[in-house]
Protein backbone atom coordinates (compact mmCIF):
# COMPACT_ATOMS: atom_id res chain seq x y z
CA UNK A 1 0.00 0.00 0.00
CA UNK A 2 1.07 3.20 -0.98
CA UNK A 3 -0.05 6.86 -0.25
CA UNK A 4 1.83 9.93 -0.74
CA UNK A 5 3.83 10.33 2.83
CA UNK A 6 4.64 6.32 3.25
CA UNK A 7 4.52 3.01 1.58
CA UNK A 8 3.76 0.03 3.33
CA UNK A 9 5.07 -3.23 2.40
CA UNK A 10 3.16 -6.22 3.57
CA UNK A 11 4.54 -9.90 4.38
CA UNK A 12 2.77 -13.07 2.30
CA UNK A 13 2.46 -14.63 6.08
CA UNK A 14 2.42 -11.61 8.52
CA UNK A 15 3.77 -13.89 11.92
CA UNK A 16 6.01 -11.63 13.36
CA UNK A 17 5.49 -8.92 16.22
CA UNK A 18 8.09 -6.72 14.58
CA UNK A 19 7.17 -3.63 13.10
CA UNK A 20 10.27 -2.62 10.54
CA UNK A 21 10.08 1.70 9.30
CA UNK A 22 12.34 4.18 8.09
CA UNK A 23 11.23 7.26 8.05
CA UNK A 24 14.20 9.36 6.70
CA UNK A 25 14.96 7.27 3.25
CA UNK A 26 12.40 9.36 1.65
CA UNK A 27 13.65 10.60 -1.63
CA UNK A 28 10.34 12.10 -3.71
CA UNK A 29 11.33 15.59 -3.51
CA UNK A 30 8.25 18.09 -4.61
CA UNK A 31 9.35 20.07 -7.48
CA UNK A 32 7.86 23.30 -5.84
CA UNK A 33 10.12 22.82 -2.40
CA UNK A 34 13.62 22.21 -4.61
CA UNK A 35 12.55 25.34 -6.84
CA UNK A 36 12.06 27.17 -3.37
CA UNK A 37 15.77 26.07 -1.74
CA UNK A 38 18.85 27.58 -2.06
CA UNK A 39 20.57 24.02 -2.12
CA UNK A 40 21.19 22.23 -5.14
CA UNK A 41 19.43 18.60 -5.80
CA UNK A 42 22.69 16.73 -4.28
CA UNK A 43 23.41 19.05 -1.62
CA UNK A 44 19.83 19.02 -0.11
CA UNK A 45 19.65 15.23 0.09
CA UNK A 46 22.43 15.44 2.71
CA UNK A 47 20.27 15.11 5.70
CA UNK A 48 18.96 11.55 4.27
CA UNK A 49 19.19 8.58 5.54
CA UNK A 50 19.81 7.16 1.88
CA UNK A 51 19.11 3.31 0.95
CA UNK A 52 17.88 2.70 4.30
CA UNK A 53 14.85 1.56 2.83
CA UNK A 54 17.21 -0.68 0.54
CA UNK A 55 19.03 -2.21 2.94
CA UNK A 56 15.76 -3.76 5.37
CA UNK A 57 13.98 -4.45 2.17
CA UNK A 58 13.91 -8.19 3.11
CA UNK A 59 11.41 -7.47 6.09
CA UNK A 60 8.40 -8.75 4.41
CA UNK A 61 9.48 -11.82 3.12
CA UNK A 62 10.23 -12.54 6.76
CA UNK A 63 6.84 -11.70 8.28
CA UNK A 64 7.25 -8.37 9.03
CA UNK A 65 5.59 -5.50 7.62
CA UNK A 66 7.82 -2.73 6.56
CA UNK A 67 7.01 0.97 6.71
CA UNK A 68 8.59 3.47 4.80
CA UNK A 69 8.70 7.20 4.11
CA UNK A 70 8.33 8.65 0.47
CA UNK A 71 8.94 12.22 1.34
CA UNK A 72 12.33 13.19 2.44
CA UNK A 73 13.46 14.58 5.89
CA UNK A 74 14.62 17.79 4.49
CA UNK A 75 10.73 18.48 3.66
CA UNK A 76 9.08 17.20 6.79
CA UNK A 77 11.16 15.16 9.73
CA UNK A 78 9.00 12.43 11.15
CA UNK A 79 11.31 11.77 14.06
CA UNK A 80 10.23 15.07 15.63
CA UNK A 81 7.16 16.37 17.37
CA UNK A 82 4.83 17.88 15.60
CA UNK A 83 4.98 20.52 17.91
CA UNK A 84 8.34 20.54 17.15
CA UNK A 85 7.84 23.97 14.95
CA UNK A 86 10.92 26.52 14.02
CA UNK A 87 10.37 30.38 14.25
CA UNK A 88 12.78 30.64 11.95
CA UNK A 89 11.61 28.78 9.58
CA UNK A 90 7.95 28.88 9.51
CA UNK A 91 6.11 32.78 9.55
CA UNK A 92 4.65 33.88 13.12
CA UNK A 93 5.27 30.34 15.54
CA UNK A 94 6.07 32.06 18.88
CA UNK A 95 8.93 30.90 20.67
CA UNK A 96 8.19 27.89 23.11
CA UNK A 97 11.24 27.48 25.74
CA UNK A 98 14.28 26.05 24.58
CA UNK A 99 14.44 23.22 22.25
CA UNK A 100 17.57 22.23 21.25
CA UNK A 101 16.44 20.59 17.71
CA UNK A 102 14.63 23.39 17.17
CA UNK A 103 17.38 25.90 17.94
CA UNK A 104 19.84 23.72 16.03
CA UNK A 105 17.10 24.39 12.47
CA UNK A 106 16.05 20.37 13.25
CA UNK A 107 12.34 20.22 14.13
CA UNK A 108 9.87 19.02 12.39
CA UNK A 109 9.79 21.29 9.51
CA UNK A 110 13.91 21.35 9.29
CA UNK A 111 15.76 24.60 8.75
CA UNK A 112 19.14 23.52 7.46
CA UNK A 113 20.38 19.94 6.76
CA UNK A 114 23.48 18.30 7.48
CA UNK A 115 26.80 20.49 8.53
CA UNK A 116 23.85 23.08 9.54
CA UNK A 117 23.28 24.29 5.64
CA UNK A 118 20.68 26.37 5.16
CA UNK A 119 17.69 25.36 3.14
CA UNK A 120 15.56 28.44 2.58
CA UNK A 121 16.61 32.38 2.04
CA UNK A 122 13.84 33.60 3.88
CA UNK A 123 10.54 31.41 5.51
CA UNK A 124 7.86 29.74 5.14
CA UNK A 125 4.21 30.40 5.72
CA UNK A 126 2.32 28.44 8.68
CA UNK A 127 0.00 27.69 6.30
CA UNK A 128 2.39 25.60 4.15
CA UNK A 129 3.83 24.19 7.39
CA UNK A 130 0.52 22.90 8.22
CA UNK A 131 -0.50 21.62 4.65
CA UNK A 132 3.26 19.45 5.10
CA UNK A 133 2.43 17.89 8.34
CA UNK A 134 -1.05 17.01 7.19
CA UNK A 135 0.31 15.52 3.99
CA UNK A 136 3.04 13.89 5.34
CA UNK A 137 3.52 13.18 9.48
CA UNK A 138 0.09 12.98 10.43
CA UNK A 139 -0.82 9.98 8.17
CA UNK A 140 2.68 8.66 8.55
CA UNK A 141 1.99 8.03 12.40
CA UNK A 142 -1.26 7.30 11.91
CA UNK A 143 -0.44 4.28 9.79
CA UNK A 144 2.45 3.63 12.31
CA UNK A 145 0.71 3.23 15.52
CA UNK A 146 -2.38 1.02 13.14
CA UNK A 147 0.78 -1.15 12.56
CA UNK A 148 1.72 -1.71 15.85
CA UNK A 149 -1.95 -1.74 17.65
CA UNK A 150 -2.50 -4.77 14.87
CA UNK A 151 0.55 -6.54 15.88
CA UNK A 152 -0.01 -6.15 19.48
CA UNK A 153 -3.80 -7.38 19.15
CA UNK A 154 -3.05 -10.66 17.12
CA UNK A 155 0.38 -11.61 18.39
CA UNK A 156 0.55 -10.54 22.01
CA UNK A 157 3.08 -7.69 21.59
CA UNK A 158 4.65 -5.01 18.87
CA UNK A 159 8.26 -4.48 18.82
CA UNK A 160 9.29 -1.90 16.81
CA UNK A 161 12.46 -1.38 15.26
CA UNK A 162 13.11 2.24 14.09
CA UNK A 163 15.90 2.24 10.84
CA UNK A 164 18.16 5.42 9.93
CA UNK A 165 21.60 5.97 8.87
CA UNK A 166 24.26 8.00 10.74
CA UNK A 167 27.33 9.50 9.27
CA UNK A 168 31.18 7.89 10.40
CA UNK A 169 32.22 10.83 12.14
CA UNK A 170 29.12 10.92 14.26
CA UNK A 171 31.35 7.87 16.02
CA UNK A 172 34.58 9.58 15.94
CA UNK A 173 34.18 9.65 19.74
CA UNK A 174 33.43 5.76 20.46
CA UNK A 175 35.88 2.79 19.72
CA UNK A 176 38.31 5.22 22.14
CA UNK A 177 40.65 3.11 24.79
CA UNK A 178 41.11 0.37 22.78
CA UNK A 179 37.77 -0.92 22.23
CA UNK A 180 36.73 -1.40 18.64
CA UNK A 181 34.18 1.06 16.93
CA UNK A 182 30.95 0.71 17.07
CA UNK A 183 29.06 0.20 13.55
CA UNK A 184 25.72 -0.27 14.83
CA UNK A 185 24.17 1.92 17.78
CA UNK A 186 20.94 0.99 19.24
CA UNK A 187 18.80 3.30 21.14
CA UNK A 188 16.35 2.09 23.45
CA UNK A 189 16.52 5.43 25.72
CA UNK A 190 18.43 3.91 28.30
CA UNK A 191 16.27 1.09 29.55
CA UNK A 192 12.68 3.04 28.86
CA UNK A 193 11.67 2.33 25.48
CA UNK A 194 11.56 -1.50 25.72
CA UNK A 195 12.30 -4.17 27.79
CA UNK A 196 15.97 -5.96 28.36
CA UNK A 197 15.04 -8.78 26.54
CA UNK A 198 13.93 -7.37 23.53
CA UNK A 199 16.95 -5.01 23.05
CA UNK A 200 19.06 -8.08 23.85
CA UNK A 201 17.61 -10.51 21.33
CA UNK A 202 18.54 -7.48 18.77
CA UNK A 203 21.66 -6.79 19.94
CA UNK A 204 22.35 -10.55 19.79
CA UNK A 205 21.10 -10.99 16.32
CA UNK A 206 23.51 -7.99 15.10
CA UNK A 207 26.41 -9.58 16.72
CA UNK A 208 25.74 -12.84 15.32
CA UNK A 209 26.18 -11.06 11.82
CA UNK A 210 29.21 -9.47 12.83
CA UNK A 211 28.64 -5.71 13.73
CA UNK A 212 30.00 -3.87 16.48
CA UNK A 213 27.14 -2.74 18.11
CA UNK A 214 26.60 -0.03 20.77
CA UNK A 215 23.87 1.11 22.70
CA UNK A 216 22.48 4.94 23.53
CA UNK A 217 25.60 6.63 23.08
CA UNK A 218 25.84 8.56 20.78
CA UNK A 219 22.41 8.15 20.00
CA UNK A 220 19.41 7.18 22.32
CA UNK A 221 16.66 7.62 20.21
CA UNK A 222 14.49 10.20 19.10
CA UNK A 223 10.89 11.40 18.59
CA UNK A 224 9.82 7.92 17.76
CA UNK A 225 11.67 5.92 19.89
CA UNK A 226 10.25 8.00 22.72
CA UNK A 227 6.59 8.26 21.99
CA UNK A 228 5.86 4.70 20.87
CA UNK A 229 8.31 2.59 23.26
CA UNK A 230 5.15 1.81 25.80
CA UNK A 231 6.99 -1.48 27.09
CA UNK A 232 4.09 -1.37 29.93
CA UNK A 233 1.66 -1.44 27.18
CA UNK A 234 3.62 -4.70 24.67
CA UNK A 235 4.77 -2.17 22.98
CA UNK A 236 8.64 -1.80 22.03
CA UNK A 237 10.53 0.65 20.14
CA UNK A 238 14.49 0.20 19.84
CA UNK A 239 16.23 2.80 16.76
CA UNK A 240 19.06 1.46 14.97
CA UNK A 241 21.77 3.60 13.54
CA UNK A 242 23.96 2.09 11.08
CA UNK A 243 27.15 3.94 10.21
CA UNK A 244 26.62 4.95 6.86
CA UNK A 245 30.09 4.46 5.10
CA UNK A 246 29.81 0.86 5.87
CA UNK A 247 27.54 0.63 2.46
CA UNK A 248 27.82 4.48 0.76
CA UNK A 249 29.96 6.95 -0.33
CA UNK A 250 28.70 9.92 1.89
CA UNK A 251 30.06 12.39 -0.32
CA UNK A 252 28.29 11.39 -3.33
CA UNK A 253 25.87 9.90 -1.73
CA UNK A 254 26.23 6.05 -4.04
CA UNK A 255 26.18 2.76 -3.03
CA UNK A 256 29.61 1.51 -3.06
CA UNK A 257 31.15 -1.89 -3.63
CA UNK A 258 29.90 -2.82 -0.18
CA UNK A 259 25.97 -2.22 -0.88
CA UNK A 260 25.21 -5.87 -1.27
CA UNK A 261 26.86 -7.46 1.37
CA UNK A 262 25.75 -5.12 3.66
CA UNK A 263 22.00 -5.81 2.37
CA UNK A 264 22.65 -9.54 2.94
CA UNK A 265 24.44 -9.51 7.05
CA UNK A 266 21.07 -7.30 6.92
CA UNK A 267 18.69 -9.62 6.07
CA UNK A 268 20.62 -11.88 8.47
CA UNK A 269 19.51 -9.74 11.01
CA UNK A 270 15.85 -9.45 10.49
CA UNK A 271 15.88 -13.45 9.92
CA UNK A 272 17.00 -13.46 14.04
CA UNK A 273 14.82 -10.04 14.86
CA UNK A 274 12.00 -11.41 13.10
CA UNK A 275 11.79 -14.28 15.83
CA UNK A 276 11.23 -12.10 18.93
CA UNK A 277 7.84 -13.08 20.34
CA UNK A 278 6.40 -14.50 17.85
CA UNK A 279 6.72 -17.48 14.72
CA UNK A 280 8.75 -17.29 11.93
CA UNK A 281 8.68 -19.66 9.81
CA UNK A 282 10.03 -17.40 7.17
CA UNK A 283 12.80 -16.60 8.87
CA UNK A 284 13.66 -19.82 9.24
CA UNK A 285 13.72 -20.55 5.89
CA UNK A 286 16.07 -17.60 4.49
CA UNK A 287 18.08 -18.56 7.35
CA UNK A 288 18.50 -21.64 6.49
CA UNK A 289 19.55 -20.49 2.96
Not at 18 to 27: E, R, W, Y
Not at 116 to 136: F, H, N
Not at 211 to 219: D, G, L, M, Q, S
Request: glycine fraction near 8%; include cysteine; charged fraction near 20%.
Amino acid sequence: MSAVGYSVNWPRNWVSPVIVASPHSGSDYPSAFLDRAILDAHEIRSSEDAYVDQLFDAAPALGMAFLTANMPRAYVDLNRSVQELDPAVIDGVARRGQNPRVASGLGVIPRVVAQGRPIYSGKISQAEAAARLDLVWHPYHRELQRLLNTARTHMGEAVLLDCHSMPREALDTLGSGGSKRAEIVLGDRFGVAADARIVEQIEAAFAAAGFEVARNTPFAGAYITQTYGRPSRRQHAVQVEIDRSLYMDEETIQPHSGFEEMRARLAQVLAEVARIGGSAPEADRLAAE
